[in-house]
């Protein structure tokens, strides 16, 4: 089991940023990638970033590249998503999910064996 919990979210200006933490504990010693999704009521859940477990490989998606970043520290089992030039269509809830399979990161949410409780991002106009 991998427990998830991302701590961060809140509120921010449109053309503001916003950093959000996740952090693992569990099967700490297994190595697997980590990502970023979001989800608006009504929607499916989508994805927004993600990274294996090295840092060597991350895939954005279209809609926030160029201004997210995914990072991760092993050491404390922390992945990031940094968020800059925010805008309202970014206002979602926020989930960080541990995929334990394949070997590279994937894009899609049925990949992910683990999941945290999400934390809501707002973005104002």
């Known amino acids: 089991q991998v427990q998830l919990v991302e701590p961060g979210g809140g509120s921010a200006q449109a053309g503001g940023s916003l950093r959000l933490p996740c952090a693992a504990s569990?099967?700490?010693?297994?190595?697997?990638?980590m990502g970023w999704f979001r989800q608006t009521p009504g929607k499916e859940r989508e994805f927004v970033a993600t990274?294996?477990?090295?840092?060597?490989?991350?895939y954005l998606s279209d809609s926030v590249k160029g201004r997210f970043t995914i990072s991760r520290d092993n050491a404390k089992n922390t992945v990031y998503l940094q968020m800059n030039s925010l805008n309202p269509e970014d206002t979602a809830v926020y989930y960080c999910?541990?995929?334990?399979?394949?070997?590279?990161?994937?894009?899609?949410?049925?990949?992910?064996?683990?999941w945290g409780q999400g934390t809501q991002v707002t973005v104002s106009s």
């Open positions: 999910g541990a995929d334990l399979r394949g070997p590279t990161p994937s894009r899609e949410s049925n990949w992910y064996d683990f």
């Open positions: 569990g099967r700490t010693s297994s190595r697997y990638h």
């Open positions: 990274i294996n477990w090295s840092a060597s490989i991350t």
